[in-house]
């Protein structure tokens, strides 16, 4: 999605983000974009990407970027709980891109009239070699593995959660052509910690 967060197109979106340290977008009371900051617009033009240039953002439900059962309604746990209690929610997560390890905050924050500021900011970056598996090639739909769309970490076949390199080494992936494809979900650790940050233990 816009804060990277479980988009298909997560790592892609934030590529050329290493400029600006963090970006801003809104969204009214319908959960509508209603605003998208010039770091976000420049952002769109240089990586020429026109479906998400401002223009085609700005007026769409902001669940057309939000991919993943899990991940929305997370998504709409979060929002719930900042509209309703008036406080802000700060949460950590990954924005990962294929060669860079990306530690970021999304903040959530409730604006007047049940609007929502959304910011992402980037609080470290770590290089790597080259990962395939968060690039931009066509998946092969045929393999699919789940990656923690916050911490970007990806479900091995004992169900326990691991760094993407880790992760490409104990599945085999890429010993057969094409890349696997990302179902994005979210993992325990995750749900936990974002579940306990916004006081929310079990469904409500
Ligand atoms: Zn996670």
């Known amino acids: 999605m816009l804060a990277c967060v479980g988009s298909v197109r997560c790592h892609c979106q934030m590529k050329q983000l290493n400029s600006k340290s963090s970006f801003r977008y809104q969204i009214d009371a319908s959960d509508c974009i209603t605003f998208v900051d ?13 479906e998400l240039t ?8 902001i669940w057309n970027f ?14 719930h709980v900042v509209r309703s209690r008036d406080r802000e929610i700060v ?14 905050t ?19 970056e770590e290089p790597r070699p080259h990962v395939a598996l968060l690039g931009s090639e066509v998946p092969d739909l045929e393999t699919l593995v789940s990656i923690c769309s ?6 091995l ?15 085999g992936l890429f010993q057969s052509d094409g890349v696997p494809g990302l179902t994005h ?5 995750c749900m936990f910690n974002i579940r306990d940050e916004i006081g929310q233990t079990r469904d409500s």
């Open 106 to 124: 999304l903040t959530i924050a409730p604006v007047q009239g049940g609007n929502l500021a959304l910011v992402g900011a980037l609080i470290r």
């Open 38 to 50: 010039s770091a976000w617009k420049s952002f769109a033009e240089r990586n020429n990407t026109p």
């Open 66 to 79: 939000i991919s993943g059962r899990e991940v929305r309604h997370l998504y709409d746990l979060i929002f």
């Open 185 to 189: 979900g979210i993992c325990p650790d």
């Open 54 to 61: 401002r223009r085609s953002i700005v007026g769409k439900s």
């Open 91 to 104: 949460i950590p997560f990954r924005c990962d891109s294929p060669t860079i390890r990306r530690f970021m």
């Open 157 to 171: 076949r004992d169900s326990s959660w691991v760094e993407v390199e880790q992760a490409i080494h104990e599945l």
């Open 150 to 155: 916050w911490c970007k970490r990806v479900q």
